[in-house]
């Protein structure tokens, strides 16, 4: 994880700020207190690059904003951090490629700093495609994407946009130019929302004209949000940070509806809503599907003499082992109480019992810690190896199988194939 480069005279807001990067966003931090350290520090070869910069414009040393322009030679990102920026600082802050500039009177400030260092890291592995036909266009915006570490795609016509799309999962945000070639913006909006829903896309229409007219056509038409260009880069980053950031709410409220609180795995409906698709897909290319229901061994009598606690350890621990033992395209669910479900695709059936045998022993051998007591579980399983007639049909013949393994003496894998 590279380190942040603080730049800070200070003495007490320095600590304060050096302790806050370590502890909420666990980063390394290296202090300079003038342009002199930091220069030292930046000529240190044990130190690759830095993650970002934030810094003051005056400094004792180099009171005109030397130290922005020593950052920016290194191609490091910069966040200016100041007491008081006036117009003409903030408009040549803006010139040399600074991340943004925050001022020291707002309480939250340091908050804000903190926010933008994660969304930094966070949009290394987010893709941008920019559609307009102008070069000169987009290579502006590819730039101020790019100062925010942005992944950025190009496109100068919708055909290849959509082509684009189709290639890049990757990309959550579209930036849409109103007037191209074939189609305009408006147009190309409506025809990625039939495929990308505003939760798992975001579209920005740019135009220099009609601002009024355009952008409630746009909004129509599906985009999130519309930019009268040209604009600020504050304003450029505030509206592309904020699309941003609806966007992960709606994948963080989208993925706690999927998940089992509890142990973190998909819950039951989740698990039916892909299990499906997955079974009407295996049907049609005819390749194995295994289905595996998993029970943890008299579990009621962990919580009887243990208590819930204990009970609730058990299933945490359980959970870790199916989700850390089986390949990461099986999907791995809490069925209900005490049982757990799995769904192998493309999983070699004269395979699976020796997979499963494997999980079991996985489980077998591991404690768990009560108190000063130590706590062991085992679990049955069942597998369907089969393909039915329905996906029910297959979970059935997976709980037949585990009836199987309990009446057998539980701690065991049956197949039914």
């Known amino acids: 994880m590279l380190p942040v480069l603080l730049i800070e005279e200070n003495e007490a807001f320095g600590a304060m700020v050096k302790d806050r990067i370590r502890i909420e966003l666990q980063r390394p931090a290296h202090w300079a207190r003038s342009y002199r350290e930091s220069m030292e520090i930046l000529e240190n070869k044990t130190i690759e690059t830095f993650a970002v910069a934030i810094t003051d414009i005056g400094l004792s040393d180099a009171r005109n904003g030397e130290i ?150 746009f909004l129509r038409s599906g985009a999130n949000d519309f930019i009268h260009m040209p604009c600020s880069p504050e304003e450029f980053y505030c509206r592309v940070s904020q699309n941003m950031e609806i966007m992960e709410l709606f994948a963080r409220l989208k993925d706690s509806s999927e998940r089992d609180w509890l142990t973190g795995l998909y819950n039951r409906r989740f698990f039916f809503e892909i299990a499906q698709k997955a079974f009407e897909r295996a049907k049609r290319r005819e390749t194995d599907l295994i289905i595996a229901m998993i029970d943890i061994d008299h579990f009621k009598w962990v919580n009887d003499t243990h208590g819930h606690a204990a009970g609730d350890a058990a299933l945490v621990q359980v959970a870790y082992l199916l989700a850390n033992s089986l390949r990461s395209a099986d999907v791995v669910c809490r069925f209900g109480g005490e049982e757990f479900c799995v769904l192998a695709v493309d999983m070699n059936a004269e395979d699976s019992p020796r997979v499963f045998d494997k999980l079991r022993r996985a489980v077998e051998t591991a404690s768990l810690a009560i108190g000063d007591k130590e706590l062991r579980v085992t679990v049955s399983i069942g597998i369907s190896a089969k393909r039915l007639g329905s996906l029910d049909d297959c979970i059935r013949q997976a709980d037949e199988a585990l009836y199987e393994a309990k009446a057998g003496g539980r701690n065991r894998v049956v197949m039914h194939a």
Request: glycine share 2%; net charge negative; charged share 30%.
């Open 68 to 217: 922005v322009d020593l950052l920016a030679q290194r191609r490091i990102p910069i966040i200016v951090y100041a007491s008081d920026i006036d117009l003409t600082e903030r408009q040549a802050a803006w010139q040399k490629r600074v991340v943004d500039c925050v001022t020291r009177d707002n309480p939250h400030s340091l908050d804000y700093i903190l926010s933008l260092i994660r969304r930094l890291e966070r949009n290394q592995s987010t893709g941008v495609l920019i559609v307009d036909d102008e070069v000169d266009s987009r290579r502006a915006l590819r730039s101020l994407l790019e100062i925010h570490q942005y992944r950025v795609h190009e496109a100068a016509d919708a055909a290849t946009a959509l082509a684009i799309l189709e290639q890049i999962p990757s990309i959550k945000l579209v930036l849409a130019d109103f007037i191209m070639p074939d189609i305009d913006g408006c147009q190309l909006t409506q025809m990625i929302r039939r495929r990308h829903p505003k939760e798992d896309m975001a579209i920005i229409g740019l135009s220099d004209q009609g601002a009024e007219r355009l952008s409630s056509h």
